[in-house]
C-alpha cells in the first residue's frame, strides 16, 4: 500500500512536539527554503484574546509559530503564539491569550521557516511510516499499526532522528538513544518475541490443531482436513478439505 497523509503513523505535529521550535524550524537563510508569507489582521483583537481574525492564510502554520505584528498604529509590536494549526486558506488563528491589543490591519511577516519546516516534517512522517511498516508489515497491516501508541511513539522517533541528521549534523545523545531503542523493540516485533499492545495481528500468534483423515476416495493428497474437528483458526496457506466429512452431520 502506498504511503499517504492517511495512512501515516505520525503526524508533523508529533515531530514538531517532541523536538521543539528548536529542533526543527530552519534557518532563514538555509538555502532559500524560506519563502516568506504576510499574515494581515481584519479586525480588532483586544488584549487577552485567544483568537485572532485574518485575512485568509498562503501557508498552513504549526501550533507554536511565532508571529510578531506591527503597522496599523501600533505603538510597539506584539507576539502571539499559536495555540493550534491553522491549515492552508485559514481565517481564523488560535493564539495563546494576546498580551496587548492588534488592530485590524495589523501585519506579520512569517519568514517562510514554518512553510518549509512543515515540508520536511512530512518528509519525516513518511520516513517514520515507511520504516515501521518494514518492520511490522509481516505480521500487522496498516489499519491495525495505525491504532497502537507504541507505532506513533516509534514512527516520531524515526522521524525526528531524519530531521537532526537531514543535514549531515551529528543527532543529540537523546534521540539517538531514543532510536536505537525503538529499532531494537522493532526487530523483537519482526521476530515475533515482542507484540504490539492492544491491536490484532494478521492471523493468530498461538499454534492450532489440525485433524486430517485418509480418505481414499481421493486420487490425490488423500490426507485431508476435517474442519468439524480441528481448530476454527483462519490460516493463510491452502488447506485440502474432506469435503464428505465437512458436508456430513456431526452429532
Known amino acids: 500500500m502506498p504511503i499517504t497523509l492517511s495512512t501515516l503513523f505520525t503526524t508533523p505535529q508529533d515531530i514538531w512536539d517532541l523536538l521543539s521550535v528548536e529542533g526543527v524550524d530552519l534557518r532563514e537563510d538555509d538555502h532559500n527554503l524560506a519563502t516568506g508569507q504576510l499574515i494581515v489582521v481584519s479586525a480588532d483583537a483586544l488584549e487577552g484574546a485567544t483568537s485572532l481574525t485574518v485575512n485568509s492564510i498562503p501557508v ?147 499454534p492450532s490443531v489440525t485433524n486430517v483423515i485418509v480418505n481414499p476416495a481421493y486420487d490425490g493428497m488423500r490426507a485431508r482436513v476435517q474442519p468439524n474437528i480441528s481448530d476454527q483458526v483462519p490460516v493463510s496457506h491452502y488447506q485440502y478439505i474432506d469435503w464428505n466429512s465437512a458436508s456430513s452431520l456431526w452429532l
Open 60 to 206: 498552513a502554520l504549526l501550533r507554536g509559530a511565532q508571529l510578531t505584528f506591527d503597522c496599523a498604529g501600533m505603538e510597539a509590536p506584539v507576539t502571539v503564539y499559536l495555540s493550534s494549526a491553522a491549515v492552508l486558506g485559514s481565517t481564523s488563528l488560535s493564539v495563546v491569550a494576546l498580551s496587548d491589543n492588534i488592530p485590524a490591519n495589523a501585519q506579520a511577516r512569517d519568514s517562510g521557516v514554518n512553510a518549509a519546516t512543515g515540508a520536511r516534517l512530512l518528509v519525516g512522517a513518511r520516513k517514520g511510516t515507511s520504516k515501521v511498516k518494514l518492520y511490522c508489515n509481516q505480521r500487522y497491516d496498516d489499519v491495525q499499526l495505525a491504532r497502537s501508541g507504541s507505532v506513533l511513539d516509534w514512527a516520531t522517533v524515526i522521524a525526528a532522528k531524519f530531521l537532526c541528521t537531514r543535514r549531515s549534523q551529528s543527532c543529540p545523545k537523546s534521540i539517538k538513544a531514543d532510536y536505537e531503542e525503538t529499532i531494537e523493540e522493532l526487530k523483537a516485533v519482526y521476530n515475533g518475541q515482542l507484540s504490539i499492545e492492544d491491536i490484532g495481528t494478521r492471523g493468530a500468534d498461538w
